[in-house]
């Protein structure tokens, strides 16, 4: 095994087998193999490949100090059968990856050479920071390719779990209020301010709209956002609103029914239909209080996960997109078997 710069050329007798029934590594000739670092390292595990030398490793760790993190990645994808062509080595193959892609995937009954991958894949480590804008454009360009969006998250433990990224359009079957709606609830009489900021709207019998406040025996409660969109609505000054009047105008002009998500730790829940017909499929974040790394969001999504919800976190790109960090299918989730 020579070195090379940016990975490892392999000549041994192996090279034709770790290619044509791994996919590892990319093909320099008919029996020499260029492996990247974790690609050496899993060699060594899983094929019984000498590394180059023994301080291969620690020379290896102070050059590239994520060789562990990247290694175990590898490893979580690799154990199941997948084929994981990592992006350095895709060049002559033309996939059009992602420049922030790491890795595409194929799985375990196909091979590069004569199909396209199922999905790209990034990892990250579990404190650092969220980029939802760069998140949402990385994922809407690997969706426009009808792949997959895939990340792995690794922490201090090396423990690996796996997450789709998607991009999700809630609809409901609900009456989009009109501006002629919230022009006749501006007009009711007997309005009655809370202690906490809402009003009160009493003995109020023929309500139109069920997506807008909350019902009460002896009338109808309307907190402050529904309360400034109303008035919003009623004077043409929409540009004015706040982010959190924009989103619930949002999600009522999708036709759902925006509720406090107080009790699932986020800013809205969100109804499809009536609340009497089914639960509430989505949790909404408000951005400002969305989670800020990879720890936080995963958490986010196994409670969501936990009360049969997806979570949602709003971006706005000319229109609304709400992106979600989704748990995969159980046959989907990647991870590492913990040694240590």
């Known amino acids: ?58 020379q290896c760790m102070k050059r590239n100090p994520k060789i562990l993190d990247e290694y175990t990645i590898l490893e979580s994808l690799r154990k199941p059968g997948n084929k994981i062509m990592i992006a350095v080595n895709s060049e002559s193959f033309n996939l059009s990856e992602e420049r922030e892609t790491w890795g595409l995937r194929w799985p375990s ?122 008035g919003h609505k009623t004077n043409g000054s929409e540009m004015d609103m706040s982010i959190s009047e924009k989103i619930v105008l949002d999600l009522l002009e999708r036709g759902l029914h925006p509720r406090p998500g107080f009790k699932y730790g986020s800013k809205w829940r969100c109804y499809e239909t009536n609340i009497e017909e089914d639960h509430a499929p989505w949790l909404v974040v408000h951005p400002d209080n969305g989670p800020e790394n990879w720890e936080e969001a995963c958490l986010i999504s196994r409670l969501a996960s936990g009360v049969n919800k997806k979570w949602l976190f709003p971006i706005i790109n000319e229109k609304w997109y709400y992106l979600s960090i989704t748990r995969p299918p159980a046959d989907s989730r990647w991870n590492n078997p913990i040694r240590r």
Not at 19 to 47: M, N, P, Q, Y
Not at 121 to 133: M, P
Not at 184 to 195: A, H, T, Y
């Open 1 to 58: 095994m020579n070195s090379d710069r940016g990975g490892w050329e392999y000549r041994g007798s192996a090279s034709n087998r770790l290619w044509h029934k791994s996919a590892l590594g990319k093909v320099i000739s008919e029996d020499c193999l260029h492996l990247t670092d974790a690609e050496v390292i899993f060699c060594h595990e899983h094929r019984n490949i000498e590394l180059p030398h023994e301080d291969w490793m620690i």
């Open 109 to 230: 009954d196909t091979h590069p050479r004569d199909s396209k991958p199922i999905s790209e894949i990034r990892w990250f480590h579990s404190s650092e920071k969220l980029d939802f804008e760069e998140l949402l454009n990385w994922t809407t360009n690997v969706k426009d390719k009808k792949r997959i969006a895939e990340v792995l998250i690794i922490d201090n433990e090396l423990s690996v779990v796996t997450y789709h990224i998607e991009i999700i359009n809630p609809k409901g079957i609900l009456d989009v209020p009109t501006k002629k709606d919230y022009i006749d609830i501006s007009n009711i009489e007997g309005k009655i301010r809370l202690s906490n900021g809402n009003i009160f709207i009493p003995n109020n019998y023929d309500w139109k709209h069920e997506n807008i406040g909350i019902p009460h025996t002896n009338g109808r409660i309307i907190d402050a956002d529904i309360e400034n969109i109303i």
